[in-house]
C-alpha cells in the first residue's frame, strides 16, 4: 500500500466536509492475510449510499471523501447524522456521473479526522482505522462485481480519503486483472497524490486528454500564490480539467461550463455559475492553479488549510466540464467495443 506522511496531515486536519436503516455486519473478513473486525455485509442495502436500478449501461462505483470525526478513529455508519454526511457529499460529487452511469457507492468506515497514529512517521496504510475502511471498500467492491455488475463498464470515483481508498483498490484488484482493466472507463482519483508507482501497481496509466480509457484522473486545485497543501505530493500526476491537457497551456475562464456548488452537509444545491475560474497545471509542483472571483475568495469556506488550497472545491470548480467529460469518454468506450 501507498506510504505518504502528508495524508496523515490530511486525515488529522481535515474539517468535516460536508441513511437510514441500522448496518447488518457478517464475520470472519480477512485483508493481507489478518482478521479485521466483524465485516460489513454488502448484500444488505442499507450498507449503501446508494444503491440504484441499474437503469444504463455504465456504472460508477463512488466513494466519498473524509465526512466523520468520530472519537473512535472510525466512521460510524450506524449513525443517521454520519450516514447523512455522506449522503451530503455524494450529492454534491457523484451527481457528476448520474446523466450516464448506475451510481453505486457503499458506505465505508473511514479513518476519522480524530484518530491518532502510533508514531509521528506512521503511515495512514498502517493504521488499524484505515485498514478497516480499506477493508469495507474492497468488500463492496468484490460484491459489487459480482453480485451487481453483470459485466457494464464503469468508473471509480473519489475525492480526498476517497480517493485515496479508490488508489488502494486499483493496486489490489486491478493490477493483476486484464479483465477488469479492460472493463474499467477510467478512474477519478482527485484531491490526492498519484504516482506513477501508483500506476504501475493498478496497471493502468495517467489520463492524457479527453477520451482515453483504461486512466486515472487526478488534479488538486490551488491559488497561484498557494504553497500548496498536503494533498499534492512531490510526483503528482495533473491533469487539467477544462481543456484535459497535462502541460501548461492556460484554460481561460470561458471554457469553464460550469462550477456548481452545494452544501456539502446535506446535499442541497446552492448556486451554478458558468465560465466560473481558469485552470492552468504548474508542471513543477503538478498544482492546477486558479483565480477565483474576488467575492467568493472572501466568501467560501476553504477549511484548516493554508492560503489558497481549494481542496474542498476539487469537483465544484469544474462541476460542468466534469460531467459533459463523464459522456465523452462513455461515448469513446462503448465505440471501441463496437
Not at 488549510?305 to 459533459?324: M, P, S
Amino acid at each position: 500500500m501507498k506510504k505518504q506522511i502528508g495524508f496523515i496531515m490530511m486525515a488529522f486536519t481535515l474539517t468535516i466536509l460536508f441513511s437510514q436503516c441500522t448496518p447488518q455486519q457478517k464475520k470472519d473478513n480477512k485483508i493481507d492475510g489478518e482478521n479485521t473486525e466483524t465485516a460489513l455485509d454488502f448484500s444488505e442495502k442499507a450498507n449503501w449510499v446508494s444503491f440504484p436500478s441499474t437503469t444504463k449501461n455504465v456504472d460508477v462505483f463512488y466513494l466519498y471523501p473524509t465526512v466523520s470525526s468520530n472519537a473512535s478513529g472510525n466512521m460510524d455508519i450506524a449513525n443517521e447524522e454520519e450516514r447523512a454526511l455522506a449522503k451530503g457529499i455524494f450529492m454534491a460529487q457523484a451527481s457528476v456521473f448520474e446523466e450516464d452511469c448506475n451510481l453505486f457507492a457503499p458506505f465505508y468506515r473511514q479513518l476519522t479526522t480524530a484518530a491518532k497514529p502510533e508514531t509521528p512517521t506512521t503511515q495512514p496504510s498502517e493504521m488499524k482505522e484505515f485498514v478497516l475502511g480499506l477493508t469495507d471498500v474492497l468488500d463492496a467492491f468484490d460484491y459489487y462485481i459480482e453480485h451487481l455488475n453483470q459485466g457494464r463498464p464503469f468508473f471509480i470515483a473519489g475525492h480526498s480519503q476517497g480517493s485515496m481508498m479508490v488508489l488502494e483498490l486499483l493496486k489490489e484488484r486491478f493490477g493483476n486483472n486484464e479483465a477488469l482493466r479492460k472493463q474499467l472507463i477510467a478512474a477519478y482519483a482527485i484531491g490526492s497524490t498519484v504516482t506513477q508507482s501508483d500506476l504501475d501497481a493498478s496497471g493502468l496509466k495517467a489520463a492524457k486528454g479527453a477520451d482515453d480509457f483504461g486512466v486515472i484522473i487526478s488534479f488538486n486545485t490551488q491559488s497561484r500564490t498557494s504553497a500548496g497543501g498536503p494533498m499534492l505530493l512531490p510526483g503528482a500526476i495533473c491533469i487539467n480539467p477544462l481543456n484535459w491537457k497535462t502541460d501548461s497551456t492556460k484554460a481561460p475562464a470561458s471554457e469553464n461550463l460550469g462550477a456548481r456548488f452545494y452544501n456539502n452537509d446535506t446535499g442541497e444545491f446552492l448556486r451554478e455559475e458558468k465560465s466560473y475560474c481558469d485552470a492552468q497545471i504548474n508542471t513543477k509542483t503538478a498544482a492546477l492553479l486558479t483565480t477565483l472571483p474576488e467575492a467568493d475568495v472572501e466568501t467560501l469556506v476553504f477549511g484548516p488549510y493554508k492560503e489558497g488550497v481549494y481542496h474542498r472545491y476539487d469537483y465544484a470548480f469544474w462541476y460542468r466540464n466534469l460531467q459533459e467529460n463523464v459522456g465523452v469518454r462513455v461515448d469513446a468506450f462503448l465505440k471501441q467495443e463496437d
